[in-house]
Each structure stands twice: as C-alpha cells, then as structure tokens.
C-alpha cells in the first residue's frame, strides 16, 4: 500500500525492537521534565542568579513541550513520523549538549527551550508510532510499556540527577542524554521507513501559530504569581480564552486545518482527552501537597519524604505492562472504568486521612491512585488512539499529550492554592499538622470531584468505556 499515511507494520520479530526505540524516546523526554529540578539550588549559586530567575530552566523546557506537542504531531502525520521522530532525537541530544556547554543563564534557558522542542516530537510521536510498530493485539501492552518508561523516567530524575551532579557537577545531568539519543537514533535507522508521500504536505502554520500563543497565555496565567492570582494573569487567561475560540474558528475554514473539526467531534477523543485533562490534575495533587504533609504533619526528613515521594512513579512503573496486558485482554472500555474507580478509592483515603495513622495510612492510598491512574493512562490512549484514523494518529497522539500537560500545569496551580487556603500558608514550617492536614483534605476533595466528572464522561459518552477489545 504505498499510498499508506503510515509505514507498513514490521514483522512480528521487529516489535521488540521498535518498542525498545519507543522506550528510549520516551526515557529521554521523561528524564528531560524531572532531572533538571533537582539542580536548581546548584545552578542559583553557579549563576550566580536568583530562584526565580533559574526557574525558567524547568518553565522554559514545559512550556516548550506544552505549546508544541500537537503542532508537531500534525508534523508528522504529514511528512512521515519515523522521519520527524530521528530530528526530533537529533535535536534533543544537540541541545543536551548546548545545555551542558552553556557559561550563561540565558543560554542555558535557550538550549532548554530547544530540547522542549525535541521533547515535544518525542511525545507526540511515541504513542502514534506505537500503532504503526506494533500488532493491533498487542497495543495495550504498547501502551502500558510506554506508561511504565516515562514513569520511570520521571521516578528516576531526581534520584539520578543527584548522584550525577555529586559525582560530575550539574552538566552531567545534560550529557546523560547523549548516549541514550544516539541509541535512539540508531534503533530508528532500523526501523521501517516512511511510505513515500505522493501530495505536497499543507502545513496549518496560522493555526499551529495562534495555537502556540494560546497555550502560551494559558500556561503563564497558570504559572505565574504562585497560586496567587493577580490582574496579569486574569488578563492571560482572558486571552487564552479569546484564542482559543478564535482558534476552532480557523480551524472550520482551514484548507488543511492543524486539527480537523472532525476530530474534535469524535466522541472518543473528546471524551479521552477531557478524562486524561481532569486525571492528571488528580495526579499532580499527590506531586504538589504531598510534600507538605510528608515533611509538616508527619515530620519526616527531607530525604525520607523524598523515598515516600517515589512511590508513587515506582507503582505506576510496575503497574503499566500489566495494565496494557489488560487491556488487550479485557478491552478499554472495562480497565478504564478500573482505573478511575482505583484513582477514586485511593483518593478518597488520602482526603480523609489522619497523621496519627502515620505513613502506611499515606503510602496505601497513594498506592492506589497511581496504580488507578497507570491503569487508566493504558486504556484510554489505546481507546483514543484506536478510534481515530491513521492519517490522524499524530496530531491526536498530540492532543492526548496536550491534554495531560494542560492537566498537570492546572492541577499544580489550583491544589496548590486549595491546599494554602485551607491550610493557611503553603511553608510547612509555618502552619499546624491540623492546618496541614485540613489543606490536605480540602485539596483532595476538589480531586475527588474532579474523578466524579471523569466518571461521569466515561459512563455517558460512547466513546473509551463503550470500546470492545481488540481482539473482538
């Protein structure tokens, strides 16, 4: 089929390693988000700069992959994704590079902005190219094995960032990219090629463009201030809002749109990205406030409030083949109603919980939640993913990517500010365990609502809980 919007599937013996090449990616971009955090307090004094200045380290490198991830899944729709995948590896390693060679502030902030870049190719083709690579029968487990990588590599950032930065100073954290893109790459070099594209490709630049902007305006009003909001960023997201309305306008009387209205009318890529927005908000809580009630009701040490920290990746690590094998199995419509009941059950013993029960009482619901959410994460991008038609796989793999994203910025800054409005102050020092403990409630109340929503969408749309199996 040469006229095929993706390469034919490879033989069965090649699924293991394009899974492999998949896997690295997704490492790669996953390390990228969480690694860089931990070197914060060693790149003030390096830089001699102030915190919020070296913030735009970590800001630069999301809002890069947030405002970019559908625009260049769109990319490779059109031009190939197996070709867009190695430039996107080429120029994260070149700009983990720059990062690492970097003698100024401002042109480690630059290459990070780069990497974003390539961080954004990188995720937004991963799970679409996961459906060209892989046998439809074994897409579930595709997509739980991609789960459990970025879970990892989020899990291992600031671990592995550490003992980098004691051993080899804070540009090591950059260079550890180098051998992983050149693997990748490497890997990609074996993997089928592109079909040939016999139609010159229209690219939606306006639209990707005022998209861009969008979420630009978007993130920042989310970012800025520390929960508190002010006049600016009312005034962002006011222009997010007139965007993003001016932006399905365009996208109706586009020759070529950047997403076509059809897609937005399918009722299981709405419905998926509308769950996987409100899910990851849910997430981001057990990011924001446990930290708080780790080290101001329990009274733990950093450095154990850190081990408790990593348990939650480490559960959605273990629980993402498993949960793509179910998938398979038993479909997504079923394992996504399992995982959001999961994420419900977890939540709610994290919105009642009391720190005389100590840190069991914690770990146990923490445990649930993330193990819901990988459960859910591999049923509804395969659902998604499945319901849409291949010429559209990347821009959607995009969306789906987007959503999340939007999903942990908004989580971040909405249960961070629930949690210091009941709690009174968001410096552990400065607030009572009851205090702690009443913000903590109070911030994963509002997630439990958020799940009930998500319910709700799983329950009436006919879209990832009405979806047979594959195998069907």
Same mark, same amino acid.
């Given at each position: 089929?040469?006229?095929?919007?993706?390469?034919s599937?490879?033989?069965?013996?090649?699924?293991?390693?394009?899974?492999?090449?998949?896997?690295?990616?997704?490492?790669?971009?996953?390390?990228?988000?969480?690694?860089?955090?931990?070197?914060?307090?060693?790149?003030?004094?390096?830089?001699?700069?102030?915190?919020?200045?070296?913030?735009?380290?970590?800001?630069?490198?999301?809002?890069?992959?947030?405002?970019?991830?559908?625009?260049?899944?769109?990319?490779?729709?059109?031009?190939?994704?197996?070709?867009?995948?190695?430039?996107?590896?080429?120029?994260?390693?070149?700009?983990?590079?720059?990062?690492?060679?970097?003698?100024?502030?401002?042109?480690?902030?630059?290459?990070?902005?780069?990497?974003?870049?390539?961080?954004?190719?990188?995720?937004?083709?991963?799970?679409?190219?996961?459906?060209?690579?892989?046998?439809?029968?074994?897409?579930?487990?595709?997509?739980?094995?991609?789960?459990?990588?970025?879970?990892?590599?989020?899990?291992?950032?600031?671990?592995?960032?550490?003992?980098?930065?004691?051993?080899?100073?804070?540009?090591?954290?950059?260079?550890?990219?180098?051998?992983?893109?050149?693997?990748?790459?490497?890997?990609?070099?074996?993997?089928?090629p592109?079909?040939?594209?016999?139609?010159?490709?229209?690219?939606?630049?306006?639209?990707?463009?005022?998209?861009?902007?969008?979420?630009?305006?978007?993130?920042?009003?989310?970012?800025?201030?520390?929960?508190?909001a002010?006049?600016l960023?009312?005034?962002?997201?006011?222009a997010?809002?007139?965007?993003?309305?001016?932006?399905?306008?365009?996208?109706?009387?586009?020759?070529?749109?950047?997403?076509?209205?059809?897609?937005?009318?399918?009722?299981?890529?709405?419905?998926?990205?509308?769950?996987?927005?409100?899910?990851?908000?849910?997430?981001?809580?057990?990011?924001?406030?446990?930290?708080?009630?780790?080290?101001?009701?329990? !009274?733990? #040490?950093? &450095? /154990?409030?850190? @081990?408790?920290?990593?348990?939650?990746?480490l *559960? %959605?690590?273990? +629980?993402?083949? =498993?949960?793509?094998?179910?998938?398979?199995?038993?479909?997504?419509?079923?394992?996504?109603?399992?995982?959001?009941?999961?994420?419900?059950?977890?939540?709610?013993?994290?919105?009642v919980?009391?720190?005389d029960?100590?840190?069991?009482?914690?770990?146990?619901?923490?445990?649930?939640?993330?193990?819901?959410?990988?459960?859910?994460?591999?049923?509804?991008?395969?659902?998604?993913?499945?319901?849409?038609?291949?010429?559209?796989?990347?821009?959607?793999?995009?969306?789906?990517?987007?959503?999340?994203?939007?999903?942990?910025?908004?989580?971040?800054?909405?249960?961070g500010?629930?949690?210091?409005?009941?709690?009174?102050?968001?410096?552990?020092?400065?607030?009572?365990?009851?205090?702690?403990?009443?913000?903590? !409630?109070? #911030?994963? &109340? /509002?997630?439990? @609502?958020?799940?009930g929503?998500?319910?709700? *969408? %799983?329950?009436? +749309?006919?879209? =990832?809980?009405?979806?047979?199996?594959?195998?069907?």
């Amino acid at each position: 089929m040469p006229d095929s919007p993706h390469p034919s599937r490879p033989p069965r013996q090649h699924t293991t390693r394009a899974m492999v090449f998949l896997a690295s990616a997704m490492l790669m971009s996953s390390l990228g988000t969480s690694i860089a955090n931990i070197a914060l307090p060693t790149l003030v004094e390096t830089f001699r700069s102030s915190v919020q200045a070296v913030q735009w380290v970590v800001l630069a490198y999301l809002l890069a992959v947030t405002v970019l991830v559908v625009s260049v899944g769109r990319l490779g729709d059109l031009i190939g994704r197996r070709r867009l995948m190695m430039a996107g590896i080429a120029l994260f390693t070149i700009a983990s590079v720059a990062c690492a060679t970097s003698t100024q502030l401002w042109m480690l902030i630059t290459a990070r902005a780069v990497q974003g870049l390539g961080a954004a190719v990188l995720m937004a083709l991963a799970v679409a190219l996961a459906t060209d690579l892989v046998p439809p029968a074994r897409s579930g487990i595709a997509m739980g094995f991609l789960g459990t990588t970025s879970a990892l590599g989020t899990a291992l950032g600031p671990s592995l960032g550490g003992l980098l930065i004691a051993g080899w100073g804070w540009p090591a954290i950059f260079l550890v990219n180098v051998p992983l893109g050149i693997s990748a790459f490497a890997l990609a070099l074996r993997l089928p090629p592109d079909a040939p594209r016999h139609a010159r490709p229209d690219f939606d630049l306006r639209g990707s463009t005022l998209l861009a902007v969008t979420l630009t305006a978007y993130a920042l009003a989310m970012t800025l201030g520390k929960g508190h909001a002010g006049l600016l960023n009312l005034v962002l997201l006011i222009a997010a809002a007139l965007g993003a309305a001016l932006f399905l306008r365009m996208q109706k009387i586009a020759r070529s749109p950047l997403v076509h209205p059809h897609l937005l009318r399918n009722e299981t890529v709405r419905a998926g990205i509308a769950m996987s927005s409100l899910t990851s908000a849910v997430a981001m809580t057990t990011l924001v406030v446990g930290p708080f009630y780790l080290s101001g009701a329990l !009274h733990l #040490a950093p &450095a /154990a409030t850190g @081990l408790v920290m990593t348990i939650g990746p480490l *559960v %959605a690590a273990l +629980a993402g083949v =498993p949960a793509g094998r179910s998938v398979d199995r038993f479909g997504s419509g079923p394992m996504t109603l399992l995982g959001l009941g999961l994420m419900t059950l977890g939540t709610l013993g994290l919105a009642v919980i009391s720190p005389d029960l100590g840190i069991p009482a914690y770990v146990v619901p923490l445990a649930a939640t993330t193990a819901g959410f990988a459960v859910f994460q591999a049923a509804n991008n395969t659902a998604v993913i499945a319901g849409v038609d291949a010429s559209q796989r990347g821009v959607t793999s995009g969306l789906l990517n987007l959503s999340r994203n939007l999903g942990l910025i908004t989580g971040a800054s909405l249960m961070g500010a629930i949690f210091a409005a009941r709690a009174g102050s968001l410096d552990a020092s400065m607030a009572s365990v009851e205090a702690i403990a009443a913000g903590t !409630h109070a #911030a994963f &109340a /509002a997630a439990l @609502l958020a799940l009930g929503f998500s319910a709700l *969408v %799983a329950l009436r +749309a006919p879209g =990832p809980a009405s979806l047979p199996s594959p195998r069907t």
